[in-house]
């Protein structure tokens, strides 16, 4: 008896699926990230000072100092500027935590007018109801019994206990206990320390050998690939670079305004209060309201009234809306290449991941993430979630909603690119990429007819509404024959590239797609034109772009053909030799590449004499 033979290899599904697979490599990484933290945070701070304290090392180097001593000196005013900041802090702390007893007082009779309010307020017949009925299905508290003479039995009264104090020898470990309770209570901050130094300790060493590390890095990376790797090493400490330069700029600007706002508002300890809110910036969104209720704290136990407390908070509503709206932007340029919705989910993350240090690290590591996602095809889908780039292209878009039957969304987007972009670049940008999406779908059958007909038509009157508004620099003085390859929509490329040709000089005169090829290539040669444009649209009409071409080569040696084979990217090489070899002078993918050629040839030859 035959044994069953084996399923093919490509009928197994494999196991893990990629999903789980993928599922399952995440939750090692988070794993690893959480219970290594004790480890991987003083290094991830290390890094982040290294990248902070980078440029002032190289400024030092500049100034004819060694590596050694720049970075001595470096590490030397890092440290003073901490003892000094430690030192202030701790100092106005101190001061305004022995004022606070002083205005008991006044904090006792904001309190009191808070109660008043609560009871006379709107809320407080709904509080009184509430209080009625939970008195009603309360029992009723029990009374004495009383005795067979009819009245009632005193509680007895019994007399007290006597206390004795019994020595256990037990002291000592009593001790020992207190003093493990204020370990216990000082480990956070021991710990913070250890870090601290840890990581100032592993920046020097960075700074000291940052180009033998930078080669290990790329040796260690760049497994095949050295260009890609340079490039996303170089590219992640740039935007990192920059991101802490500025970031310490904005922050400590912010935080000077703040400072002189509470101190022109008479709020105590403004100086402080300006400091905690740059230092409390670094936390993403929330930081900044954070440092706020510490002044309107303030406020309310100094001042008797409520006007300074909201005055506070409007100081800090309106610098926090122009900083976030006119000066990050203009700073902050390009940004970090991380979208805000990306960075919030980032910083709670690794808030959850590292704790407070998470909050402060989140930026720089998220874009460390997106930069090796950019250059690595593996995670280029973090890329897509993380990074600030669109997540579709505006042809995209523009297709989706027209699809959708939502023609005013289609034009508004058309809109917002002629805003956002030059007015030229809308063809080869906007409706180049949605013709051949559209072409792709509909060879592909993933598009109806009815959809293709509908995106057509109004890609269409679009194209034609932009021809109506004046683009020409003068009057023509050219004609340049088109001849769409087969299909409606490569009529509709020629008369987008008889709008562009329109300020270089020259029209397009396309014909139709109803007629024949053998019509066509009759009325070219009748017309002997200088220049002939075949528009072909991928992915299917290279054969008949090939035969109009050998047609027109045979029939008109002299004239130059300029194949548009619009918006396609792939295999390119080998269409050009194709075309070429069918006779085509010149092959591009772009209008303006088009309008380009066209107009270099119509300026250097010379006009044939007509038949």
Known sequence: ????????????????????????????????LWCARVVLIPIALAILLAFLLGPVVDRLERARFSRAPAVLVTLAGVVLVAAGIVAFVGFELSRFVNEVPLYQENMRTKVKALKEQG????????????????????????????????????????????????????????????AAASLAALKPTLEGLANGILALVLAVF???????????????????????TTKALDEAGRRISRYLRVQLLVNGTFGIAIALGLFLLHVPYA???????AVLRYVPYVGTWIAALLPMTVGFIVFPGWRESVQVFVLFFVLHVFTANAIEPRLYGQGIGVSEVALLVSAAFWAWIWGPVGLIL???????????????PSFAFLERLLGDNPSLEPAFVYLQRLLARDVREAASVVRRFQAEHPRESIHDGLFVPTLARIRADRASELMSAADEEFALAHTAALVDQLGEEPESTGDPIERVLGCPARLEMEETALGMLDQLGRAAGFR????????????????????????????????????????????????L??????????????????????L?????????????????HISSILAAAPRPAPA
């Open 271 to 277: 100086l402080l209060w300006g400091f905690c809110a």
């Open 1 to 32: 008896m035959d044994s069953p033979s084996p399923k093919p290899a490509e009928a197994r599904r494999p196991w893990p699926s990629p999903a789980v697979g993928a599922l399952l490599s995440s939750s090692l990484v988070v794993l690893i």
């Open 580 to 596: 070429r070899a069918a006779g085509a002078s010149y092959v591009t993918t772009t209008l303006l590449g088009a309008r380009e």
């Open 362 to 376: 989140a930026a720089p590591l998220t874009v460390g993430v997106v930069v090796m996602a950019r250059y690595v």
């Open 119 to 178: 009871k006379a307020g709107p809320f407080a017949k709904v509080r009184s109801a509430l209080e009625d009925v939970a008195r009603e299905r309360d029992p009723l508290p029990a009374l004495p019994l009383a005795s067979k003479t009819g009245k009632r039995s005193a509680p007895s009264v019994t007399s007290p206990l006597p206390v004795r104090i019994i020595e256990d020898g037990k002291g000592s470990e009593r001790m020992l206990d207190d």
């Open 557 to 578: 040696p002299e004239v130059a053909i300029v194949v548009g084979y619009w918006g396609h990217r792939l295999e390119l090489d080998d269409i050009i030799s194709k």
């Open 508 to 555: 397009v005169e396309a014909f139709s797609t109803r007629r024949l090829s053998s019509e066509v290539i009759a009325q070219v040669a009748a017309r002997r034109p200088r220049v002939v444009v075949v528009s072909v649209m991928p992915p299917d009409g290279l054969p008949q772009a090939e035969h109009l071409c050998r047609s027109l080569r045979s029939r």
């Open 206 to 228: 960075m700074l000291l050998r940052r180009e033998d590390l930078r080669n290990r890095l790329v040796s260690l990376a760049s497994t095949g690939g050295l260009a890609t």
